[in-house]
Structure formats: structure tokens, C-alpha cells
């Protein structure tokens, strides 16, 4: 990935000592869990003797254990505690099942940061399958909550494999209050527990934004799947789009201070509670500086417009492709279920929802070898084992194929899927939340007022 090969360590550059993981699991009973029956449980379900070390508790902790299980190298301490006062903000954020619950288990290991998704996986896997209990499972690093029905389909169902992507959260910040700041900063928090720096695209046009994302989300994962990139190396994200990641201050010093990014807008996130920005960062830049008086180290403009206009090929990981073709096809039959109740309305704007807004990502017919083209379809129409489907954007391996023309496709061939209803988007993650939408939208006779996720 990278363009060169250091002979010292890959990515040691960045000086990123791996962070801790921690999760909480949300036990829903009165009487809390003794230290005998959770090491009963882990030892059941990993089928290895487990020896926990008493560890001395704080005050809030009724218990506290160090504990070694296979697979995950660091080990683990687990103890329990009473969950927590929430505020209304939190108890949004976790829902009312896990609201409701007195008791939390709480684990805390630090990732390997050759194998990080995979013992990711292990740790939620050991709390939700031994613990059947277990309401949901929050990633304290990320804030993502994995509740019962995500923890029994991503990490529990036959052929479940590690998720690369949540190992980190990808947050938009604005500039500071009261300035009419046109462009925003995207940051990632979660890498630094892998060992890599957390990735920063500064500067970003608001309408932009998306496909900034879109840019984060691939190099995050080719990072982590591949050699980390030295300090001002540069790396190739697709077929010809090449981006540098350069430390932060060489870029945030030529930053306005209220501007989301510079050196003063930093201080403020810490002094307000966004640890992630004391952590070690890489700002993510074009593949030279601009400029011709004063070169500067700015934000990847030519790579971000061909993602925005759909012209990007993009690499993608092999866990990657993986688990987003897996996740798309097991909630396959909720985007199926979704779109036949819009289409099928008798109010003609719940039924133009039907017909712009269900679109799915599949390989290009005849793409060939060795590479296969994915792209993305709008659906016209499901019928059982096939789909029509009208093509988005000219593939770059199909001449044949304009923008409009419709063409149909297997339904088991679909590798990703995105519903767009009005500013809410809703992703295989979201499938648990996408029906009670659809119920709403066909109970008020159109969209109701949200947030964009």
C-alpha cells in the first residue's frame, strides 16, 4: 500500500503505543453477577480452564479479575458495578433495555494490533454468547452499541466473521461556535487502540462531506489490513488516486483558529471532552501541496470530486468485502420487505420513496478479471430471486452501460445496500431500525422531521 519500505517498524513513525478496548455489557437481572458464575460462563463457552486473578477493586467495582482466554492475547479485567445515573442523552443512546439494567460487566484489554479486528470480534463474541443474558454491549471507545438481535446476527449466527469497520467511529466536527465556517473536519476515533494514528481530513466542503467519508472509511481499512504508511509517504487508495498523510502540524498550522482543526480549535475539543484529539493524528492530504507562491498541505480536493461523482475505483479489503457482502445478504430480507411496503402504497410520494431511494451495490455483469467492478444500482423492482435494477453511474468496465438503463440481476449477488429516506440513511447496521421507519412514514403519509445519521 504504501510507496516505499522503510527498514525500521511500518507506521512507527506515528509513535502510537496501542490503547485500551473497553466494553460494557449490560446485565438485565436484580442481583448482580458473582465472580464465579461469569468465570463459569467464559469457561464454558471458550472450553478452557480459566484461572482469574483477584485484582483489587475501586469503590464503585463489586468485584475485579484478571483472566487469560484463548485468542486474545493481552488478557482481560472484568469486574462489575451498578450501571450508572444516565443522563436523557445516554439513556437515547443505549435504549430502554439497557437503561433499565442495575448491573454492568465491564472488560477492558488492549488489541493486538496484528489481529485487532479479530480479537474485537472475541471480546464482544465471549460476553454476548456465554452471557445470553446480556441485553447489548457498548464499545466505550466508539460509543457503538451493539444490542441483543446485532450481537446474536453479527458475532453469534453460523458464519460470522470479524467487522474491520468497528474498530473505529468516523465523527464530522465543525468550526467553533458563532463563525460562518464553510467547511468542516472529519476524524476517526478507534484506530489508535489497533496502533495506527487516527486519521484527519481538514478543510472539507460541507457538501463534500459524504464522500470525505467514503475516503476515511477505505484508508482506514487498508491501514489496517496492510503496511502503515511512514509520516509523508503516500499511499494509493484506487486505481490512480493517490493520497499523503502528513503530521498535523505541518497542516493546521496555516488553519484560521476557528476553523475545525487548527491548533486552537484542538485545545478547545480536549478541554471539552474529545480525548481522541490527544491522541497521535495524520492529517490525510492530496498527493503534493498546492500553491505556487506557498506550497501548502491540503486536503485531497481531485480524489474526494472523483469519489462525489461516482468516477472512484476504490480498494477494498478482503475482510471488508467479505463482511459487507455478508451483513447485506442476512438483512437482505428486511430491504426486500421495506421496499415492497413503500411500493405498494396507495399514496403516490410513499411509493416514489420505492423508486428512488432503495439502492444496492452488486459486481458489474461481465466485469471480467482480475479485478471485479462493483457498483451501485437504484432498484426498480424485486421479484423473488432477481431484481431490476437501473444503473447509477457509467461502469468504468461496461461501455455498454449508461447511466438510466436497466438491467436485472440476481438478488443473491447483492454485496451492499443503502436506503436514502429523505436526510436519514439507513445501511445494513441499521436494518433493526428500518422497518419501525417505513411504519412511520406509512403511518404519517410521508417523511418525519430527523437528523441525518
Not at 466494553?23 to 460462563?41: D, I, K, L, N, R
Request: proline share 6%; hydrophobic share 40%; net charge negative.
Amino acid at each position: 500500500m504504501a510507496t516505499s519500505d522503510p527498514e525500521e517498524t511500518a507506521g512507527s513513525g506515528w509513535n502510537v503505543e496501542p490503547q485500551e478496548s473497553g466494553f460494557v455489557a449490560f446485565w438485565p437481572h436484580a442481583e448482580a453477577p458473582t465472580v464465579g458464575e461469569v468465570v463459569t460462563a467464559f469457561a464454558a463457552w471458550t472450553a478452557t480452564e480459566i484461572t482469574p486473578d483477584q485484582l483489587e477493586s475501586d469503590d464503585d467495582a463489586l468485584w475485579t479479575i484478571g483472566i487469560q482466554v484463548p485468542g486474545i492475547d493481552s488478557g482481560l479485567i472484568v469486574w462489575c458495578e451498578r450501571s450508572r445515573d444516565l443522563s436523557e442523552a445516554d439513556r437515547s443512546q443505549i435504549g430502554p433495555d439497557a437503561s433499565k439494567c442495575a448491573w454492568v460487566i465491564r472488560v477492558q484489554t488492549i488489541l493486538s494490533s496484528e489481529e485487532a479486528a479479530a480479537e474485537y470480534f472475541m471480546v464482544v463474541g465471549l460476553l454476548s454468547g456465554s452471557l445470553p443474558d446480556i441485553v447489548a454491549v457498548l464499545d466505550v471507545v466508539t460509543g457503538s452499541l451493539h444490542a441483543r438481535t446485532r450481537l446474536d446476527r453479527e458475532f453469534l449466527a453460523e458464519g460470522s466473521e470479524p467487522v474491520e469497520r468497528l474498530l473505529w467511529r468516523l465523527s464530522r466536527y465543525e468550526a467553533m461556535p458563532n463563525t460562518e465556517e464553510g467547511a468542516v473536519l472529519l476524524g476517526t476515533n478507534g484506530l489508535a487502540r489497533c496502533g495506527l494514528p487516527e486519521l484527519d481530513l481538514m478543510e472539507v466542503p460541507r457538501e463534500l462531506s459524504d464522500a470525505g467519508a467514503v475516503l476515511l472509511h477505505t484508508l482506514a481499512g487498508l491501514m489496517l489490513e496492510n503496511t502503515a504508511p511512514e509520516p509523508g509517504q503516500t499511499v494509493e487508495i484506487g486505481d490512480g488516486l493517490v493520497v499523503s498523510l502528513r503530521p498535523v502540524d505541518e497542516v493546521q498550522r496555516f488553519l484560521k483558529d476557528e476553523t475545525a482543526g487548527s491548533a486552537q480549535w484542538r485545545v478547545q475539543a480536549r478541554e471539552h471532552g474529545l480525548g481522541e484529539f490527544a491522541l497521535p493524528r495524520a492529517a490525510v492530504c492530496g498527493r503534493e501541496p498546492e500553491g505556487a507562491f506557498k506550497s501548502i498541505w491540503t486536503w485531497p480536493r481531485a480524489v474526494i470530486e472523483q469519489i462525489a461523482e461516482g468516477k472512484a475505483v476504490l480498494y477494498m479489503t478482503q475482510q471488508s468485502v467479505r463482511a459487507t457482502e455478508r451483513r447485506a445478504r442476512a438483512t437482505w430480507s428486511t430491504f426486500a420487505m421495506a421496499h415492497a411496503s413503500l411500493a405498494r402504497s396507495a399514496e403516490a410520494s410513499i411509493r416514489a420513496l420505492a423508486e428512488t431511494g432503495f439502492m444496492i451495490q452488486a459486481a458489474v455483469p461481465g466485469s471480467g478479471t482480475p479485478r471485479i467492478e462493483q457498483s451501485w444500482f437504484q432498484i426498480q423492482k424485486i421479484d423473488h430471486a432477481t431484481m431490476t435494477v437501473a444503473v447509477l453511474d457509467k461502469p468504468l468496465t461496461r461501455s455498454d452501460l449508461e447511466p438510466g438503463m436497466t438491467i436485472e440481476l440476481p438478488s443473491d449477488e447483492v454485496s451492499d445496500w443503502r436506503v436514502e429516506l429523505g436526510e436519514t440513511v439507513f445501511e445494513p447496521d441499521d436494518a433493526d431500525d428500518l422497518l419501525g421507519a417505513i411504519d412511520a412514514i406509512r403511518e404519517s403519509g410521508g417523511i418525519p422531521p430527523g437528523e441525518p445519521r
